[in-house]
């Protein structure tokens, strides 16, 4: 595979129109893949998203799944909204999937270190090369339409839509696990009919496009269940899954729950249980699926690794890397990074990216006092959060903080930390584990 890859990082077209058009000719390599992708919307690199369905909406993927005829390839095809434990929740069900000679094509976001993770068939990534290849076929339908009906012109997540779509065709998968990138109904995946809905979770984020509190943001996910089709809640006794569930009803959906049984390997710690609870009772919800033994799921745990989510990097130095961005995210993290550290000082990298209620996750490690000391940076700079309150936060509760807005400086001064005899810990953001898994390793030894 090519070295270079495409990178979310470069310009896109903003919502008024006033970037640069689409290229005349689809991509040949790598470098104009990063072109041509750049000329596309990306409302994930949009500091505030108005719950405008002009802006917000399926309607712009549906046209152009519509015009490749892709709305029906004749997969199964599963939709997973949540807050947290979406992505978990698809590599499970890929796995087992797997593990039963099933070919799954599945559609994440975000990625965590390249564009590639973003569309995954039969367990690889789909290499550059592919992506281009495929661009090639989509190219004339998304160009005719920026000339004949440019309200409906594809944003970044309607073009990857359609592409993970294309290339799922291509392939000839057996199934197809979507996992929603914004909430649920406003997404693209939304233009895609499902088999079977799922809601891993639903926590205090995005209150702009999804709602004020926890119950409208549960009833905001909801909306994606279908009339007589199963709609699984990963936890219907919490309130915000008693709220989905009576959105899901109102919608004529087949709720059913997803509990934690004894085919689950006590190795397989909270919130990953849960997750992969709602992806056993995902997959036995599809007609005529058969159960799974606890067997098969033993070596589908064997077999899952899940990247950037409570993941310990050995290193040097060894690394707890995590991406939690809620309250109860954040306690999992602390609760793991308690037992990581043992008895010995704490240092922990974290940074939020806008929209992100990072009061409230903070406040997970009141209790841990001065036993935590904290290196604050900034993620990514286009969702840039201001990290100077998340400092002073943090100060108030005893340990000590360093505000370094230069990720790489800051994974540098962590680094310095493990010589000090700290056990070191990542948080905050799936990008910025992303940064960090990208180089640990790498690094050398100080």
Request: hydrophobic share 40%.
């Amino acid at each position: 595979m090519p070295s270079k890859r495409p990178s979310s990082s470069a310009k896109t077209r903003s919502p008024k129109g006033d970037a640069r058009r689409l290229p005349t000719e689809p991509p040949r390599d790598v470098d104009e893949l990063n072109r041509y992708l750049a000329s596309f919307t990306n409302y994930e690199q949009q500091k505030s998203l108005p719950k405008d369905r002009r802006n917000l909406g399926p309607q712009r993927a549906a046209h152009l799944l519509e015009r490749l005829g892709l709305l029906d390839i004749g997969a199964p095809v599963i939709q997973v909204a949540g807050s947290k434990g979406k992505g978990s929740t698809v590599l499970w069900m890929e796995s087992l999937l797997r593990l039963r000679g099933h070919r799954p094509g599945c559609y994440m976001s975000p990625h965590l270190q390249r564009l590639n993770e973003r569309i995954r068939i039969d367990g690889e990534e789909v290499p550059d090369e592919i992506i281009v290849a495929a661009l090639g076929h989509l190219h004339s339908a998304i160009a005719e339409i920026e000339a004949k009906s440019p309200d409906l012109m594809p944003t970044f997540f309607d073009l990857w839509t359609c592409l993970a779509l294309f290339l799922f065709r291509e392939a000839k998968v057996t199934h197809i696990l979507l996992e929603v990138g914004l909430g649920g109904p406003l997404d693209s995946t939304s233009a895609i009919p499902h088999q079977v809905g799922v809601l891993t979770s639903v926590d205090l984020e995005h209150r702009n496009e999804l709602g004020p509190d926890l119950e409208s943001i549960a009833k905001e996910k909801a909306r994606i269940a279908r009339r007589h089709r199963p709609f699984i809640i990963a936890d219907i006794g919490e309130t915000w899954g008693r709220e989905a569930a009576i959105q899901a009803r109102k919608q004529g959906a087949d709720i059913c729950a997803a509990p934690i049984d004894l085919r689950i390997p006590t190795v397989v710690e909270a919130p990953q249980d849960r997750n992969l609870a709602v992806a056993l009772a995902t997959l036995e919800a599809l007609d005529g699926f058969p159960a799974f033994s606890a067997q098969e799921v033993e070596t589908a745990v064997q077999a899952t690794r899940l990247a950037g989510r409570l993941e310990e990097l050995t290193g040097p130095p060894p690394l707890l890397l995590d991406s939690a961005h809620t309250a109860k995210s954040m306690a999992y993290f602390q609760r793991r990074f308690v037992g990581w550290r043992g008895a010995r000082q704490g240092a922990v990298l974290i940074g939020f990216l806008d929209g992100k209620e990072w009061e409230q996750a903070l406040a997970i490690f009141e209790s841990d006092g001065a036993s935590i000391d904290w290196i604050v940076t900034t993620p990514e700079p286009k969702r840039r959060l201001d990290p100077r309150p998340i400092a002073e936060q943090l100060r108030r509760y005893g340990g000590d903080v360093v505000l370094e807005e230069d990720v790489p400086a800051a994974i540098a001064l962590l680094r310095r930390r493990a010589k000090q005899g700290c056990a070191l810990g990542v948080t905050g953001s799936f990008y910025l584990a992303g940064q960090v898994r990208n180089c640990w390793n790498e690094l050398p030894v100080d």
